[in-house]
């Protein structure tokens, strides 16, 4: 089962945009990368999932280059209210995920 | 359309006691996941189930604990004789049948063992 790193902890500011980079170097051939959010006493929230190259929805983008072995969610203009633990797992589907720590984003006024 | 539904939200038991949690899948997702997570830390993997299946329990403590999904109702994770350390919060999530986007996660049953 493939492992992640992620820092442990970033800062920001509202209104700025923040990239939160993940190493997965044994991903698997048919590993999704899938990054969560969650805020305390709360489960984590599905923000975006991507195989490769680049994914945006309304809230985030997830850029893969082609060795699939990182990934960064890029959070654009972040408030207030995006203070919370990101989470970048991979697996396939229907598989047990391994969670590692997440990175703690603290966003400052 | 309600999401990955569980309860209680919080429970307390005292040492030796039963836990009951359980946890109602979103409408049309067949498989549900049980994770625990401690304080200040990652969520860790405890089994995974479609009706009335255990596909993958590696995560699932040898004695004490046990997981089901009937056919009809919610998924259930039990707890026998609990203890402190099972003090945790416990979340169920739920994906349809490929998965492919991510699972939904309900808020959580928080156990505190006194």
């Known amino acids: 089962l493939a492992k992640t790193t992620q820092p442990i902890s970033m800062d920001s500011y509202e209104g700025q945009e923040v990239n939160i980079t993940c190493s997965h170097n044994?991903?698997?051939?048919?590993?999704?990368i899938t990054w969560y959010q969650q805020f305390p006493s709360q489960g984590p929230r599905f923000i975006i999932q991507?195989?490769?190259?680049?994914v945006t929805n309304e809230v985030a983008s997830l850029f893969i280059p082609a060795d699939r072995k990182s990934s960064t969610l890029s959070l654009p203009r972040v408030s207030l209210s995006d203070t919370a633990v990101y989470y970048c797992?991979?697996?396939?589907?229907?598989?047990?995920?391994?969670w590692g720590l997440g990175t703690s984003l603290a966003v400052n006024p | 359309n309600a999401g990955v539904m569980q309860n209680p939200r919080h429970l307390v038991r005292r040492r030796g006691q039963e836990a009951r949690l359980r946890c109602s899948p979103m409408?049309?997702?067949?498989?549900v996941y049980w994770y625990r997570q401690l304080p200040e830390e990652g969520l860790k993997f405890m089994v995974y189930?479609?009706?009335?299946?255990?596909?993958?329990e590696s995560g699932m403590p040898k004695e004490r604990f046990s997981a089901e999904f009937p056919k009809e109702g919610p998924s259930i994770l039990r707890i026998q004789q609990v203890v402190r350390g099972d003090s945790a919060a416990y979340f169920c999530?739920?994906?349809?049948?490929?998965?492919?986007?991510?699972?939904?996660f309900g808020s959580g049953t928080r156990l505190t063992v006194v």
């Open positions: 999530a739920s994906s349809p049948p490929l998965g492919k986007n991510g699972y939904t």
């Open positions: 409408k049309g997702h067949s498989h």
């Open positions: 189930l479609q009706k009335e299946n255990i596909i993958d």
């Open positions: 044994n991903i698997a051939t048919n590993d999704y």
């Open positions: 991507g195989y490769k190259t680049k």
């Open positions: 797992l991979v697996g396939g589907a229907n598989r047990k995920l391994i």
